[in-house]
């Protein structure tokens, strides 16, 4: 081969080559295409979530701990903000939130994630940026990484890794996206434990080979993960804190109806990678 020949070979190879190293879209980090560890095969065998007055025993919608296979995708970063979530409605007329007056937010919570939005108004507002919800596999894979480690930060919980609330009577807010940096996951999207519980796309459906009897599983509530800057219940303070190490774990899995709009239930937006 002359060096004519080469020269479209090697022009149509830096191309590809700059496709596939290209950078995500803005505010937005790559999750690499691969298997992940999804779930629990832990056991709560002293019945601590009964004898706390839950209705079920911990992890039990956790299991079994299986591998995921994911194709490449993108997450964003932080939680969405009020002032991104204006854009939104500005570009809409999409109704404001209750917490906003004359269609305004209160100016110091530019930063903060946005709250009282139900499923399907941040289901528009991802689809309105062209991107959509993630689902509860990808937001578990972005959260606790390819190797299943408990929390994004490791496998040792350290309640100052992200804002969590520390006792039952304590006072807390959100703060602003991103002050946490040593709670980060793996791949480096932030406030996945703690600040507001986060939307997916997902049913709260059992995992395959899930046997567990659940009357909340179906199509009825959609998946919610990461736990708020909210008290977790009234216990003593040794009590309070097992609990929340528990529910603080990036695989712990919650739920709520599409239509609730809550003061620490916000959202972040996926997108896949072509």
Not at 48 to 62: I, R, S, V
Not at 108 to 120: D, G, K, L, Q, S
Request: with cysteine; charged share 20%; net charge negative.
């Amino acid at each position: 081969m002359n060096p004519r020949q080469k020269l479209p070979f090697i022009f149509y190879f830096t191309m590809l080559l700059l496709i596939s190293c290209s950078s995500p879209p803005p505010g937005m980090t790559l999750i690499p295409s691969g298997d992940f560890l999804m779930g629990t095969d832990e056991v709560d065998t002293d019945e601590e979530a009964l004898e706390f007055g839950l209705p079920h025993p911990w992890y039990e919608d956790e299991h079994p701990l299986h591998k995921v296979y994911l194709p490449a995708f993108y997450i964003d970063q932080y939680e969405v903000t009020y002032s991104q979530y204006q854009k939104f409605l500005q570009a809409t007329g999409h109704p404001a939130p209750e917490d906003w007056v004359n269609r305004a937010y209160a100016p110091e919570r530019a930063n903060f994630p946005m709250v009282f939005v139900n499923w399907y108004e941040v289901n528009d507002y991802c689809q309105w940026m062209g991107k959509r919800l993630p689902t509860e596999p990808e937001w578990e894979k972005a959260a606790r990484g390819p190797h299943g480690q408990k929390y994004p930060w490791g496998n040792v919980f350290n309640p100052d890794f992200a804002n969590l609330s520390k006792g039952a009577v304590m006072f807390a807010l959100s703060v602003a996206v991103g002050k946490h940096e040593a709670g980060k996951s793996p791949y480096g999207v932030y406030d996945m434990i703690g600040n507001v519980w986060e939307w997916t796309d997902s049913w709260y459906e059992p995992y395959p080979g899930n046997t567990t009897r659940n009357e909340n599983f179906g199509k009825n509530l959609r998946v919610t993960r990461g736990v708020s800057f909210m008290s977790v219940g009234h216990y003593p303070k040794d009590t309070y804190m097992r609990v929340l190490s528990i529910i603080a774990r990036a695989s712990f899995r919650s739920y709520d109806f599409p239509t609730s709009r809550l003061a620490d239930l916000g959202f972040r937006c996926a997108m896949s990678a072509k």
